[in-house]
């Protein structure tokens, strides 16, 4: 069945379409594991927006986080939401920091939830040696993600050298070799 809005227009910075059916408010991207072959042991599948249009205005979005043993889901930030942190299965220790520089970390486990405030820098690492999976709620349909390493070391331009062997109180050889590991591979 196919219903037919009256007017076009844009909310959020997204097209209010003219025309929908339940596929539009249909997702499956987080039944199946993600492939976790990669440095960091981690993959994460999102259902925001973007990806899922019945999203749109409604405020919320989800994702899915796998972790090979071990592995881990670098710090990082989401700019526009609060994020919920429900464990499938495994083990994981998770921790963010305050804007006071307070560090709060707990291990969860499956059924077990972790609330992340908004913006603040944060990470879950798996603690086993099993593969581990977590669904991510965030109050926002578009929660943008930022990795602090990758935002430091592998902006483009580039941060100088300078700057973040300043901020860092290491040398500009020292920040090269961070930059060349964080380069994206082509």
């Excluded at 042991?41 to 986080?65: C, Q, W």
């Excluded at 307070?102 to 972790?114: D, P, R, Y």
């Excluded at 099993?130 to 580039?158: D, E, H, R, V, Y």
Aim: glycine letters at 8%; a positive charge; proline letters at 7%.
């Amino acid at each position: 069945m196919s219903t037919k809005v009256h007017k076009k227009a844009n909310v959020n910075g997204f097209p209010c379409k003219e025309t929908f059916n339940e596929t539009d408010f249909f997702f499956d991207g987080l039944a199946k594991p993600g492939p976790t072959n990669n440095t960091f042991g981690f993959v994460v599948n999102t259902a925001n927006v973007e990806k899922f249009p019945g999203l749109n205005t409604l405020g919320l979005s989800m994702s899915r986080g796998d972790y090979a043993p071990y592995g881990l889901n670098r710090p990082h930030s989401h700019p526009r939401a609060s994020e919920l942190v429900f464990v499938l299965y495994g083990e994981l220790e998770v921790g963010f920091i305050t804007t006071g520089n307070v560090f709060f970390t707990k291990t969860i486990k499956a059924g077990e939830m972790f609330v992340i405030p908004r913006g603040l820098i944060h990470f879950q690492k798996n603690k086993g040696p099993t593969p581990a999976a977590t669904i991510g709620a965030f109050n926002s349909q578009l929660a943008g993600t930022q990795s602090i390493a990758t935002a430091l070391f592998a902006a483009k331009p580039t941060v100088p050298d300078d700057v973040l062997a300043k901020a860092f109180q290491i040398d500009t050889q020292q920040v090269e070799m961070i930059k060349a590991k964080l380069a994206p591979k082509s």
